[in-house]
């Protein structure tokens, strides 16, 4: 198992909110910060997107993708600068909860049309954050025809046509599908701002160490199983993992099922004895100690203040 797939696997989209507009003249929309990350999508026609600066918008043509961090607040409009209205303004169709909403701006006036999506992505849990705070702030990828990206978009704009039973099921799992293909490409196409661990992936010892790792968290890994796993004697095994992966490999272990404790404290009722088990600890009395030592704080009350 690959870390990328490990933390995809376990981080979906879920409750993806969708709006699809058609617009026309003249006509600008700004989008507020969110948790998770912003798609935009062009079926037909041209747009421009920015954050902060008019001048660096990007030209969106049909069939472009533009993934923005949730934290960024951005403008979409005709034309750069464009004088835009906040989103919760603008007039809306449909049920509130549904998984798709159209947002007729203006398909009245005069001047070339646009139609174009937008969706909000949130995450289950908080694994990916690491992955996604790695991310420029705004991602336009210009699908080649026939590539598979190309071909996940084209099923997301026909989709948020009309609502349909299983809509918002299909609308988390298409937007699954789009992450990953975005992620392949951004992490390929910029490996030097790609996290540590993705480029150690790349190493053939140190790729089957981490891959080790995550198919089995709960082992008792010890350096010397682990270079094993790498085929290198502990001494350069322990230094290529440092000078790779940026910290020890024990630290790494401890470090990713910290963060699987995280994950099922916050999203289970499991109780201490099981997760400890879960994650090869002898006791709940040894997981709790060392869940205190990496989060200065015990399990139980982690949980209830998260749960909070």
């Known amino acids: 198992m690959d870390v990328l797939t490990d933390l995809l696997q376990r981080s979906h989209a879920r409750g993806a909110a969708f709006s699809r507009s058609t617009v026309r003249g003249d006509w600008g929309i700004s989008y507020p910060p969110s948790k998770g990350i912003a798609v935009h999508g062009v079926v037909e026609g041209e747009t421009y997107l920015w954050s902060d600066d008019p001048a660096q918008a990007r030209h969106v043509l049909a069939g472009d993708l533009v993934l923005v961090r949730g934290a960024v607040a951005h403008h979409q409009a005709h034309a ?17 909860g549904a998984a798709t909403r159209k947002l007729w701006i203006d398909d009245r006036g005069d001047g070339p049309g646009a139609v174009f999506f ?9 694994l990916a954050r690491p ?16 590539s598979g990206l190309r071909a996940t978009m084209e099923i997301l704009g026909a989709e ?31 490996v030097e701002s790609a996290p540590a661990w993705f480029r150690a992936m790349n190493d053939p010892a140190i790729g089957a160490a981490l891959r080790a ?17 790498a085929s290198l004697s502990r001494a350069t095994f322990a230094r290529r993992f440092h000078e790779l992966v940026g910290v020890a490999p024990l630290a790494y272990v401890t470090d990713w099922r ?12 499991a109780g201490l004895a099981g ?24 399990p139980g009350r982690w949980r209830a203040a998260v749960r909070s």
Do not use: N
């Open 80 to 96: 750069p600068g464009a004088a835009c209205r906040p989103m919760d303004e603008v007039r809306a169709t449909g049920a509130p």
């Open 118 to 126: 937008c969706g909000a992505y949130q995450f289950d849990g908080d």
């Open 131 to 146: 992955l996604l705070a790695k991310l420029p702030d705004v991602i336009h990828l210009r699908p080649a025809v026939g």
């Open 160 to 190: 948020l046509l009309a609502p349909e039973p299983g809509q918002q099921a299909l609308l988390d799992r298409l937007l699954d599908v789009a992450l990953v293909q975005v992620l392949r490409q951004q992490l390929a196409a910029d």
């Open 213 to 229: 790792i995550h198919a089995e968290p709960q082992r008792q890994w010890t350096v010397a199983d682990l270079a094993a796993e």
């Open 258 to 269: 910290m963060a699987l404790a995280r994950e099922q404290l916050r999203d289970t009722d």
């Open 275 to 298: 997760i400890a088990q879960s994650l090869g600890y002898a006791s709940e009395f040894s997981f709790a100690a060392a869940f205190k030592r990496h989060a200065g704080v015990a």
